[in-house]
């Protein structure tokens, strides 16, 4: 028998609140499968799904043959997402570099775009980590009621409620405020690293910029050669004795 998910509720009222979100370029995108006509829209529709859940993926992190199933229509964006979850890439970089909690964290961020309520929320999902499983973990967390009411089968996850009409700023993405591995992990891999600069970098425009064949460019050229011998001193023209300098022969 399993055990049920615990109870939790909201440390705020504000999340039963519908939102009223105003349209502006801080707003998520919102990719769905339902009405895609074009090949470039179904590869936009992808490579969100992989920046929402892997943040980024490298050639060697895609997933080939759930790409090729979610183009022919074989399995729903649902599936794919389960799918992204339960890979090797995902388990290597947050399941094994981080405790249940942080991972129960990181998932509830990427699947129900959401950060976590409270301290009890994270006990709550890590009980069915250590009861079920992963799989079972991503299973209950999919089928739960708050993923289909907001995403369904074929709505990419995003960050829900970013910007807030009575802030001045929205909330942060979760990729910058909730790094993929715990403390303990990023001490072992050695960041950060706090680099010291000996020299203050300038930047200057393009148009300032030497140009080929600018003499200043052979200003550090013309440095490196060698001094030139000390330059005789000039003598002033009334200085000179013009009698002494003219030959004559004495006569014996």
Not at 145 to 164: A, K
Not at 194 to 201: A, C, D, G, L, M
């Amino acid at each position: 028998m399993s055990i049920p998910l615990l109870g939790y509720k909201p440390s705020s009222q504000n999340v039963r609140v519908a939102g009223y979100d105003i349209g502006g370029d801080d707003q998520p995108k919102v990719y769905s499968a339902e009405n895609l006509l074009s090949l470039s829209e179904m590869n936009d529709l992808i490579e969100a799904a992989y920046r929402q859940i892997f943040f980024h993926a490298f050639r060697a992190d895609r997933e080939r043959f759930l790409e090729s199933q979610l183009r022919n229509g074989q399995i729903t964006v649902r599936d794919f997402i389960r799918g992204l979850l339960l890979s090797a890439t995902f388990y290597n970089s947050f399941y094994a570099k981080n405790s249940n909690y942080r991972f129960v964290e990181q998932c509830v961020q990427r699947v129900l775009g959401r950060d976590v309520y409270n301290e009890r929320e994270k006990i709550a999902w890590s009980i069915k980590v250590a009861t079920k499983g992963i799989q079972g973990f991503v299973d209950e967390l999919l089928d739960s009621e708050e993923y289909m009411e907001n995403f369904g089968y074929d709505i990419v996850p995003y960050q829900r409620r970013r910007v807030l009409a009575s802030r001045d700023q929205g909330e942060r993405p979760f990729n910058i405020t909730s790094p993929r591995y715990d403390e303990y992990y990023r001490a072992i891999l050695g960041f950060p690293q706090i680099i010291w600069q000996s020299e203050v970098r300038t930047y200057k425009p393009q148009e300032q910029k030497p140009t080929a064949g600018n003499p200043s460019l052979y200003l550090d050229m013309a440095r490196s050669l060698p001094s030139r011998a000390t330059a005789p001193s000039s003598t002033s023209v009334s200085n000179i004795n013009y009698l002494s300098k003219v030959p004559y022969r004495k006569t014996t």
